[in-house]
């Protein structure tokens, strides 16, 4: 099955820029999504990138996608204390009803 | 709007008891899903549903049951409890395009002794 890995935890300080890193294993994925999830909340979709694209800015968000490596980022510019939180990456392969697979999560705390 | 909803938000269980998880959206989407986070896990998916009356098998569906009989409820069933499926579990619905946003309920706790 799919394949989805995360490095568990990352810390950098109030004003910094952070980078989440996530690698796959399904080339047909059709889209990338990364999810935030605070404490004791479910999960919020944050963006998303098509598989042929090879970037994507959101205001302090910015996805890269580089499809030969099968490997996504998400740089949150000017990291905030409310930035801290678990963000997962998934990926919805070209069949099934939008299933996603999700990494494993990494936990950024944000220092102030 | 509520938007995704789920009873209970925690519960405790003896290895062997049963139980149902509910889950409701008030959206109108045709699509819902029932996964489970596990610690170092993420989220994996148990059942889903593309349509009331419908219901297909995720990546982990063994030891749960699910129901769609209402297209705003989608329920999952424990008919056995085992310590294994102590679990946050979380329910989540959507509109069928897939780059329609995933929107998730608050979760349920579940311990099985």
């Known amino acids: 099955g799919e394949d989805v890995e995360q490095s568990l935890f990352l810390s950098v300080r109030e004003g910094d820029s952070s980078v989440i890193n996530c690698t796959y294993t399904?080339?047909?994925?059709?889209?990338l999504y990364w999810y935030k999830q605070e404490p004791g909340a479910g999960l919020q979709l944050l963006t998303y990138?098509?598989?042929?694209?090879d970037m994507k800015q959101d205001q302090r968000l910015t996805v890269l996608l580089n499809k030969k490596d099968k490997h996504l980022s998400l740089r949150i510019a000017d990291t905030q204390t409310g930035d801290s939180a678990i963000y997962f990456c998934?990926?919805?392969?070209?069949?099934?009803?939008?299933?996603?697979?999700f990494g494993t999560g990494t936990r950024l705390t944000v220092i102030p | 709007n509520a938007g995704v909803t789920q009873t209970p938000k925690f519960r405790v269980l003896k290895t062997g008891q049963s139980m149902t998880l509910l889950c409701a959206q008030d959206?109108?989407?045709?699509?819902m899903y029932w996964y489970r986070q596990d610690p170092g896990m993420g989220l994996r998916l148990i059942h889903y549903?593309?349509?009331?009356?419908?219901?297909a098998k995720g990546e982990v569906p063994d030891g749960y049951n699910v129901s769609r009989l209402k297209k705003q409820n989608f329920l999952l069933g424990l008919e056995s409890a085992a310590p294994s499926q102590t679990s946050v579990y979380f329910c989540?619905?959507?509109?069928?395009?897939?780059?329609?946003?995933?929107?998730f309920g608050p979760g349920t706790r579940l311990t099985v002794l």
């Open positions: 549903s593309v349509g009331e009356g419908t219901t």
């Open positions: 990138i098509f598989s042929n694209m």
């Open positions: 959206m109108n989407h045709e699509y």
């Open positions: 989540a619905s959507s509109y069928p395009r897939v780059t329609d946003t995933q929107y």
């Open positions: 998934a990926e919805t392969p070209q069949t099934g009803a939008n299933n996603l697979f």
């Open positions: 399904d080339s047909s994925s059709t889209y």
